[in-house]
């Protein structure tokens, strides 16, 4: 029988690092992190990583992997995550997926299509054509060349944009077309997808106390010293919370105000998860955070049914 791999997804702040260790301790699993943050060293305070003990207690895999000043792509993630997954099965552990970034999750099961390389000239281009035309002109452009496309990347990502529009140009076929073909999907693995969907509320609630605390906690000054020492073009210094305290630094909003949209952005986070999550097939969802007593003994049931 093909090993269980267990994928614990959902939105920031409804517990999945808690329902992961819960899960990693009574089955002797071992944790890979599918967040697009956490793989970056130095970055702790915005990122909500597992705890020093916490990675101490349970093997945990691709958190601190780079330097903020590098990149980790998709595709590097799936090619980690596999490598880290057939080791875990090689030691006769559970291996947990676990995490928010839904693009890492599907390159590292469904696979990534080669695409045609990257157009610089081409992305010049488009990056000047927003400074002449309004922001939304990117997915307005996209909705032209591929409707379906447009229709799962967020008007406001314009690194996606720009890759889905590179894509339908050099390759002469819509992105979503592009995709159906040379995948190398991952197989050897039974796979449980458990999904966390706490109530709104509630979680809004979470995020916000979070957005706080992540300020109370010392964020502006974490963000002065990686730009101090990595400078400011890094990419992974726009990701939530660090843009923000960044603003601070520049006196371009007040802490107040960057606290307040630190939350409104979180806010909108989750239901863009929330969103690109419902598609992914055969999740069997709980209507919890991942530390609730009822949720946290939902999941250990569904595990063990499968073991």
Not at 195 to 210: E, H, K, Q, S, T
Not at 271 to 285: A, C, D, G, I, N
């Amino acid at each position: 029988m093909e090993p269980l791999l267990i994928v614990l997804l959902g939105p920031t702040g409804s517990g999945k690092t808690a329902l992961s260790l819960t899960l990693a301790r009574r089955f002797s699993g071992e944790i890979v992190s599918c967040d697009s943050v956490a793989v970056y060293r130095d970055m702790e305070i915005g990122t909500a990583k597992p705890s020093p003990d916490e990675r101490r207690a349970i093997p945990h895999h691709l958190i601190d992997v780079l330097p903020p000043d590098q990149f980790m792509t998709a595709g590097d993630y799936a090619r980690l995550a596999r490598e880290a997954l057939a080791a875990i099965v090689s030691r006769y552990h559970l291996p947990i997926i676990t995490g928010g970034t839904g693009l890492y999750l599907r390159a590292l099961v469904e696979g990534l299509f080669a695409g045609p390389q990257r157009s610089e000239e081409l992305r010049a281009r488009l990056r000047s054509s927003v400074e002449r035309h309004r922001p939304a002109w990117l997915h307005r452009l996209l909705r032209r060349l591929d409707p379906a496309a447009a229709a799962r990347i967020h008007s406001n990502d314009q690194p996606k944009l720009i890759r889905a529009i590179e894509v339908c140009v050099a390759a002469r076929l819509p992105l979503t077309e592009a995709w159906k073909s040379g995948r190398d999907p991952l197989t050897g693995y039974r796979i449980l997808r458990i999904g966390l969907d706490p109530p709104r509320p509630a979680l809004y609630a979470r995020l916000d106390a979070r957005a706080a605390r992540m300020f109370a906690d010392g964020l502006i000054e974490e963000t002065r010293c990686l730009l101090a020492q990595y400078g400011e073009s890094p990419r992974a210094f726009e990701s939530l919370g660090y843009r923000q305290a960044r603003a601070v630094l520049r006196r371009e909003v007040t802490e107040p105000d960057a606290i307040a949209a630190t939350r409104q952005a979180h806010r909108n986070y989750a239901k863009r998860q929330l969103t690109w999550f419902s598609r992914e097939p055969e999740v069997r969802w709980l209507a919890g955070f991942g530390n609730d007593p009822t949720t946290s003994a939902q999941a250990l049931d569904l595990v063990q049914q499968s073991l």
